[in-house]
């Protein structure tokens, strides 16, 4: 590629030559605002009009509904027959009615490339709309004339419209079919890929259809600034992908390249939380400790106003991996996202998602499980769980199962994430699920110190307090509660407490608890 002309481009001065190669070579790797900015430093007269189409294109791409009219304008006036449903598809995302009409007209014209374009254009309108269902026929009556790119988007369209009928594995297949049609036909159009593998292996890793993306090349060279985000989505399910098969170096070097994909603090902090977990299932519990505190610095450093969806279910995904690791740092993060201000903007984000619910209920039965509360942390990750299991994603259930059983203790979770992991016998989630709970007793493992903190922690006593007493630090009495909590095999104090009383070791022989400490053993009188 030119770097002198992109130069230019970006410092606004005007390119004296054409360098289509230049503009190809952006569009291609998905360097689609370098793209815009490079085509409109062209002369308009010494622009080609692959060059018109390629910009008007990259305008959608962006958002930019004027910067592709002005493209469409010039490309109708060069004789671009793709000029209206790219025109119309912009003027009705301005809410201009015109710009339907225009998207149906192009229907009717006898080239196939323009009916091919109309019909994604209308389709992804009704899709956005919540619609997708009733675009559906328009989508496959065109299948049968449809070639290269047009196929290749109308394929991609069918999978969103199955996506949102909650039919993954016909979703899965269409997507599969994009790809290959993307192959064969010579595309050149890495965000497009990327999307492409993304939507197909977040299927795969939700629904464990460990084979959706076989056959299809995942390998990509230097990625432009677009498409860098849906690469990272795609390598980072990729890498659950190849946990799921048990291919436990692979996951780790794909974790990693997705480390280096990603381009804001929260989603640098989403790859550190994948590397953390990699670890916690290894048994490396120190090294998935020093990438969850990684994390923890980039989720602070993140401006949250301005973050979308995906960045904002970062929070999420390290608070749930911090509970199962180090139940003391989880909770700060799910209380900003569950702040009024940004759990509003999250809604907004997820409108009309189904998975919000789910997602939401989650975070909020974790919180609870913090804090203590065992009853409404229950019943919290319970609503997930069903809600996991309504839209068929697999994965998500098996692990809130999983959560749930750490929670309470009770079996029948463990006995439903285990019916889950069959279906992928060489992956952690198999092992996990098939592994026994240990035996709760207070042994030997606990060295007098630990005992006096238990004690104290039992009397509803906090770190803080704790610390105070015995004159230890605050960071200390939590390491030796961590270590407490390991011992006792319970991740809450209220589960702590409850295990203390079952096994006699609140009281001495004969003796009963005092109305003031048994009222301070109440969990909702526990402090974290």
């Excluded at 692990?399 to 463990?414: D, F, I, K």
Aim: one cysteine or more.
């Amino acid at each position: 590629m030119n770097e002198p002309v992109l130069r230019l481009a970006r410092d606004g001065i005007r390119v004296p030559q054409p360098g289509q190669q230049v503009l190809d070579d952006l569009h291609a790797r998905g360097d689609v605002h370098a793209a815009v900015l490079v085509a409109r430093s062209f002369p308009a007269t010494l622009r080609s009009p692959s060059a018109h189409r390629l910009a008007g294109r990259a305008c959608l791409v962006l958002g930019d509904w004027d910067g592709c009219l002005g493209f469409t304008r010039l490309m109708r006036d060069g004789g671009d027959v793709l000029w209206e449903p790219l025109e119309g598809y912009a003027r009705a995302q301005q809410g201009f009615a015109v710009g339907r009409d225009q998207l149906n007209r192009a229907l009717a014209s006898l080239d196939c490339e323009v009916v091919a374009e109309a019909a994604y254009r209308l389709a992804l309108l009704a899709w956005a709309d919540g619609r997708g269902a009733d675009a559906l026929p328009l989508v496959e009556q065109t299948h049968a004339t449809a070639t290269g790119r047009g196929l290749c988007l109308l394929q991609m369209m069918q999978g969103w419209i199955e996506v949102q009928r909650l039919r993954y594995p016909a979703a899965a297949r269409c997507f599969r079919a994009a790809l290959e049609t993307y192959q064969q036909a010579g595309v050149r159009d890495e965000w497009q890929r990327q999307r492409l593998l993304q939507a197909a292996s977040v299927i795969g890793m939700e629904t464990l259809d460990l084979g959706v993306l076989r056959g299809i090349d995942c390998e990509h060279g230097d990625l432009g600034h677009e498409a860098r985000e849906p690469a990272f989505f795609a390598t980072q399910n990729r890498g659950w992908l190849a946990l799921l098969c048990g291919d436990q170096l692979g996951a780790l070097g794909l974790f990693q390249s997705a480390r280096a994909l990603a381009g804001t603090p929260a989603l640098i902090a989403t790859a550190e939380v994948n590397i953390a977990t990699y670890h916690r299932l290894r048994g490396a519990q120190q090294a998935a400790r020093d990438h969850l505190e990684l994390a923890r610095v980039h989720l602070r450093s993140q401006t949250w106003k301005t973050a979308n969806a995906d960045e904002r279910i970062a929070l999420l995904e390290y608070a749930v991996e911090a509970y199962l690791l180090d139940p003391f740092t989880a909770g700060e993060m799910l209380t900003r996202y569950q702040s009024i201000e940004l759990r509003k903007l999250s809604r907004l984000a997820f409108e009309r998602d189904p998975r919000v619910g789910a997602v939401e209920a989650l975070a909020s039965g974790v919180l609870e499980a913090i804090q203590g509360r065992v009853a409404s942390a229950q019943a919290l990750l319970e609503r997930s769980a069903s809600a996991w299991h309504a839209l068929g994603y697999s994965l998500k259930e098996a692990t809130t199962n999983l959560v749930l059983h750490r929670v309470t203790g009770e079996s029948r979770y463990l006995d439903q994430a285990r019916r889950i992991g069959r279906a992928v016998p060489q992956s952690w989630l198999a092992r996990d699920a098939e592994v026994a709970p240990a035996p709760r007793s207070e042994g030997a493992v606990l060295g007098v110190a630990q005992k006096r903190v238990m004690r104290a922690i039992c009397e509803g006593k906090t770190s803080r307090e704790i610390a105070q007493q015995f004159g230890k630090s605050v960071h200390t009495v939590r390491n030796q509660t961590l270590s407490i909590y390991r011992a006792m095999n319970v991740h809450t104090r209220s589960a702590l407490v409850a295990e203390c009383a079952r096994l006699g070791l609140l009281t001495g022989p004969g003796e009963q608890p005092s109305a003031h400490r048994a009222d301070r053993l109440r969990p909702e009188r526990l402090r974290a």
